[in-house]
């Protein structure tokens, strides 16, 4: 209970910050030249400024800043967020609509990329200095360089269009209409290379934050303890090593969370995702600055219910958490 | 002197310092060697790499040379992050200093903007940046830099608390020390070494983040930049692959020079007895 | 050769010869050259040196535990007729916690932070034998019961953090002695404990050691630990066995020049002849509080400390005044507020008859040149990026010295304090623990301050450097008339140099006088059982002080 508690109240700071991004993207797009009214016009084909004045007064654009903000505020408490002009539906239809491929695509990739960046930096810490070890960490060297996008297009090269194993975009074959375990692995099928692509640049980050962490730990006098007990050096690593080094790694799930969601985007966009990253792409270029701002917001709200269930599992991991007031 | 020995001493970073030093030098020499307007149509499109004498990396769909925009396209990855860590390091530096040395409400006011920061996904503040001031390099290099702030600043922060309470810094408030000359004559110059290291990692992650936008479109379209290049080649990509590739590797050898560099620095400035 | 120095009929332990090698680019080529002792069964053997003496590379050496890159040389480990030295992995881990059991100076890093005391000490069971789950469980309870944990049943469900130091070490010597091993190895078990609570843990050592008939190597710093509990005694330096035999012997009439000056350097508890004190008043605090609070969410479940609880006490003109206590006492707090690095919650502070606690911060920077602080960590207190001479004139420059002149006086102080001025020009790490605290002297002696506060001076040096540095202060004192307060957790280094001492404990004063009565004839229960606790008490109590 007591760690529920702490979570919930590191949980309830973190809407200063929530209502903080909010107020200042919001203010941010204030700037942009133009707004929704004249991206409309410009779908319409053309229009007078009456029709623009009479559009701008229908969606509280002439109203001032700060009113309009408010407005913002007000409707966004009752989850409304706003209409989307492109696309014609609200924006929350919208961003519900594209979530889970995001979803599904960030928690394969972070799947992904902590098991094997656990597994190899173990391996690594375990050879430190032996070619494992230097082979381990060039490769994560060379992950961690590679650009993402780059990565992607080339796996499709080799992958779809020279091997034609793996299809080179979509969420799922459109064409044949499938039910239950063949349209997931249908699905699974379509997110392999998006997951290796997405989690290529974090297996690189984990598996060195996993060898260091655990290099230091070895190090740490309880090792040395365990040793004198008469513990093989198996037991060590997995009863006292494992756990204490993985702590650092729980933590940066919190951390890299906003990057994954980031990378999601130009991955989403190399794949043909029909993901939230690509819509906040395609929001940018049509200036549905609405959409965007929904998509500004549903991102944080991300970030943050990721970083509360990495807070409890931290503090399930660690006793010594729960002693801090 | 004897951080540069500990430098050479190590294969790895010696590496990454020649491959940086090779990428400058086709920067610079970017001029000489391709005095040609790298973006100007130079042959037939889409010529294999090592097929003609006259294009050694062959064109793209639009007839460009693809090895003169890999040479000028050096200068803008490196202006881009170069500047824009600089933007970062000094953003970050200042806030993360302040918060560190003063506490109270100046951290907790400086740490929420600092999280706002780093609650939203960087890339997603960076699309609404570029939405808003639009795509130009300037713009593009402030937004890089804005976006990539809050690591420096959390690691001065942590630095400057755990130097704040040392006992030297205690010893000169004794001797009558001004904030400032605290601050800077005593915290700072120890402080400074761990986030100078970690610059190259911003570095790594500005080009990266540069690239992505060029890539999707959203940066300056009438320079030559390897972002660029491979959002061109995704066009061709079913036969002529090599548009892509070649920036891509360019990128991907910049990058983990940087890194390695930055990894040399590391261990340089802090020698543990057993290595990393 | 026929027999091996120090060699004891019937030994359990047996080391010939043994020499270890340090990697290149250590600053020593081995870190044992040739050592040989025995351990006899039924004994406490100690090892005496101090940092750099190889005494605990001889320790991680009988285990096998040495580090990476350090290894055993040539020699001979004689255990029950086999050779550890050259016996191989899958053997030693047999032996070690069986046979050979160690325990380490700092339990807090000791002991895994996230498992359980009980688990841990279970770990050693499950190890070596194949007893259930249940009766590991309670041969754990019995364990802990046996070293006088309170609480047995908690203390095996509670993790690390939750248990105090002594605790901890508690739990440490029964893992250790959950098999029964035969040889305990004790690296400086009771180093990082409080003066009350180390003699408590010697005490059960010893009660341990006598009960189960267990041989003990005891591996420490202090000759005080040697006069308490050791049967006989081996002194080493730079990895090599200067001198060794019974205690009695060793203690009273040493051989080596070494070990005299080890010896010596071991302050004793006989306080000097008293000298007059001046009758003006010269730093007076009263009722000085300071409350910490942590945590707690809009004011409610915050923790409160009372880390300085109305604490009044007077330092008489030319005087040095003792403030001792243990950790948590509050002296470092009360130091700090002294200096006003803390700011003092209530009560009043007066200097030189004029109001202290209450400058504002312009005005304090200003006036700070009349207190100044000498620091315990020789290490942390200097700033690594400045010359020595710059460090030292840093001061000066600040209030107005024009810089060259600066310079000039400050070379003249490190001739004061007895270093070589033409040292000035280096950086700090090249120079020793020692000689970076009489920097610190030096520093904190160029504003000419009116009263110095010493935190621990000497705390962090070695034996012999601390005789050496104290010495310098009682010099410094006589020539510079200067007024000290200086704060311990050492009795013996209090009844050396301070004239008037104060007894401090849990935030509050429990005892004050002078510093004859106080140790000769102690009131408070607290002050009788500090006394008490001393290790080699009676040892101390038969020697001579310092000259003054």
């Known amino acids: ?325 | 002197m004897d951080a540069i020995k500990r430098y050479v001493r190590s294969p790895a970073a010696v590496l990454g310092l020649v491959l940086l030093l090779g990428i400058i030098a086709m920067a610079i020499s970017a001029g000489h060697v391709y005095p040609r307007d790298p973006l100007a149509l130079a042959g037939r499109p889409l010529i294999w790499p090592f097929s003609n004498p006259r294009f050694l990396l062959g064109t793209d769909n639009s007839g460009r040379d693809i090895a003169a925009q890999i040479f000028y396209g050096a200068r803008i990855s490196l202006l881009i992050g170069g500047a824009a860590t600089l933007i970062a390091i000094a953003i970050g530096i200042l806030v993360g200093a302040l918060a560190g040395f003063y506490g109270g409400w100046v951290d907790t006011v400086l740490m929420r903007i600092t999280e706002a920061f780093q609650t939203l996904p960087n890339f997603v503040l960076l699309l609404v940046l570029v939405a808003v001031f639009g795509s130009t390099l300037t713009t593009v290099t402030i937004a890089v830099g804005v976006v990539s702030w809050p690591a420096p600043a959390r690691l001065t922060r942590a630095e400057f608390l755990s130097l704040r309470n040392r006992e030297f810094v205690q010893a000169g408030r004794t001797l009558g020390m001004k904030d400032a000359q605290l601050i800077l004559g005593e915290i700072l110059p120890n402080a400074l070494p761990p986030v100078i290291v970690y610059a190259s990692v911003v570095m790594a992650v500005a080009i990266l983040l540069e690239s992505a936008l060029a890539f999707l479109r959203l940066s300056d379209p009438n320079v030559a930049s390897w972002g660029n290049l491979i959002g061109l080649g995704r066009d061709v990509l079913r036969v002529q692959w090599y548009v892509s590739a070649i920036p891509g590797i360019a990128i991907l050898v910049t990058v983990l020079a940087v890194s390695l560099v930055g990894q040399g620095l590391n261990d340089a400035l802090n020698p543990r007895l057993r290595g990393r | 050769m026929t027999a091996s120095p120090g060699a004891v009929p019937d030994a359990v332990l047996s080391i010939e010869g043994l020499s270890v090698r340090l990697p290149a680019g250590a600053d020593r080529d081995r870190a044992l050259a040739d050592v040989s002792l025995s351990l006899a069964a039924n004994e406490i053997l100690c090892v005496v040196g101090e940092s750099g003496s190889g005494k605990s590379i001889m320790a991680n050496a009988i285990m096998r535990l040495l580090p990476d890159r350090v290894t055993i040389d040539s020699g001979r480990v004689m255990f029950e007729g086999r050779d550890l030295a050259a016996a191989s992995p899958a053997e030693m881990r047999k032996l070690r916690g069986a046979s050979i059991a160690m325990i380490f100076q700092e339990p807090m890093t000791a002991l895994n932070p996230l498992r359980t005391i009980g688990d841990q000490i279970g770990e050693m069971l499950s190890v070596h034998t194949h007893l259930a789950r249940g009766e590991i469980n309670a041969r754990v309870q019995a364990l802990l019961a046996d070293v006088h944990i309170p609480d047995p049943e908690r203390a095996a469900k509670a993790y690390p953090h939750e248990l105090s130091g002594g605790q901890r070490q508690r739990a440490m010597i029964a893992m250790a002695l959950a098999l029964d091993p035969k040889v305990l190895i004790a690296d400086e078990p009771t180093t990082a404990l409080d003066v009350t609570t180390q003699a408590q843990i010697l005490k059960l050592i010893r009660e341990l050691q006598q009960r189960r008939k267990t041989a003990v190597l005891f591996i420490t710093h202090d000759f005080g630990v040697v006069a308490e509990i050791a049967d006989r005694v081996v002194v080493m330096q730079h990895g090599v066995v200067v001198e060794q035999g019974p205690a009695q012997s060793i203690l009273a009439d040493p051989q080596h020049a070494y070990t005299r000056q080890l010896i010596a350097a071991v302050p004793p508890l006989t306080a000097p002849p008293p000298r007059a004190l001046s009758d003006e008043i010269i730093l007076d605090l009263s009722n000085v509080s300071k409350t910490y609070r942590s945590g707690g969410f809009l004011g409610r479940g915050a923790r409160v400390t009372a880390a300085v609880k109305n604490v009044s006490l007077v330092l008489p003109r030319g005087a040095t005044l003792g403030i001792v206590g243990e950790s948590g006492s509050g002296k470092s707090t009360l130091a700090r507020c002294i200096v006003r690095l803390i700011d003092p919650d209530s009560g009043s502070i007066l200097l030189q008859g004029r109001d202290w606690a209450g400058l504002r911060r312009a005005e304090l920077r200003r006036e700070t040149r009349h207190i100044q602080m000498v620091f315990q960590d020789p290490f942390a207190s200097l700033n690594p990026r400045r010359k020595a001479a710059d460090l030292v004139a840093q001061g000066p420059i600040i209030h107005g010295t024009p810089r060259a002149q600066a310079l000039a006086d400050a070379r003249d102080l490190f001739a004061l304090v007895g270093l070589d001025p033409s040292a000035a020009d280096r950086f700090p790490h090249e120079f020793s623990g020692g000689q970076r605290q009489r920097i610190g002297l030096a520093r904190a002696l160029a504003l000419k301050p009116a009263v110095l506060i010493a935190d621990e001076p000497v705390s962090a040096l070695d034996v012999s450097v601390q005789a050496q540095v104290l010495k310098l202060l009682v010099d410094l004192r006589e020539r510079l008339g200067l007024s000290i307060i200086f704060i311990t957790h050492d009795l013996r280094v209090a009844a050396q140099i301070c004239d008037r001492v104060v007894v401090m404990k849990d935030g509050m004063v429990v005892e004050h006088g002078a510093t004859a009565d106080v140790f000769g004839n102690p009131w408070h229960s607290y002050t009788k059982a500090l006394l008490n606790s001393i290790p080699g008490g009676h040892f101390a109590r038969g020697r001579e002080g310092i000259p003054s």
């Not at chain 1, 597994?119 to 381990?136: C, H, S």
């Not at chain 1, 499709?156 to 044949?176: C, M, N, R």
Request: aromatic fraction near 10%.
């Open chain 1, 1 to 325: 209970m007591r760690i529920l508690s702490l979570a919930g109240r590191r949980l309830a700071a973190s809407i200063p910050t929530l209502v903080l991004i909010l107020i200042g993207v919001f203010l941010l797009l204030q700037f942009a030249p133009g707004d929704t009214v004249d991206a409309m016009m410009a779908q319409m084909g053309g229009g007078d400024a009456a029709t623009a004045r009479e559009l701008r007064r229908f969606y509280g654009l002439d109203l001032s800043v700060p009113a309009q903000l408010g407005n913002y505020l007000w409707r966004l408490i009752r989850l409304d967020l706003g209409f989307s002009s492109i696309y014609g539906k609200p924006v929350a239809t919208v961003i519900l609509e594209r979530l889970p491929p995001t979803i599904l695509l960030m928690t394969a990739s972070l799947s992904f990329a902590f098991f094997f960046g656990l597994v190899f930096g173990v391996i690594a810490a375990r050879q430190f200095n032996k070619w494992p070890d230097t082979l381990i960490s060039t490769l994560g060297l060379i992950f961690y360089a590679t650009p993402s996008f780059w990565f992607g297009l080339m796996a499709i090269v080799v992958f779809s269009i020279y091997l034609q194993w793996l299809p080179a975009g979509g969420f799922e074959d459109i064409g044949a209409v499938q039910s239950g375990v063949f349209r997931i692995l249908d699905i699974a099928r379509h997110l392999i290379l998006p997951t290796l692509t997405l989690g290529l640049i974090f297996l690189a980050i984990y598996l060195r934050i996993m060898r260091a962490s655990m290099l230091e730990v070895l190090n740490l006098d309880f090792v040395r303890t365990a040793r004198a007990k008469g513990l093989d050096e198996t037991r060590v690593v997995t009863r006292h090593v494992l756990r204490n080094a993985m702590l650092p790694m729980v933590t940066l799930i919190g951390l890299q969370a906003g990057t994954m969601l980031g990378g999601s985007v130009v991955v989403e966009s190399v794949f043909s995702l029909p993901g939230l990253g690509r819509l906040a792409y395609e929001s940018v270029i049509q200036r549905d600055l609405n959409t965007l701002l929904g998509i500004v917001f549903v991102s944080a709200l991300l970030v943050i219910v990721v970083n509360f269930i990495v807070d409890l599992l931290y503090a399930r991991l660690d006793p010594r958490i729960s002693m801090e007031g």
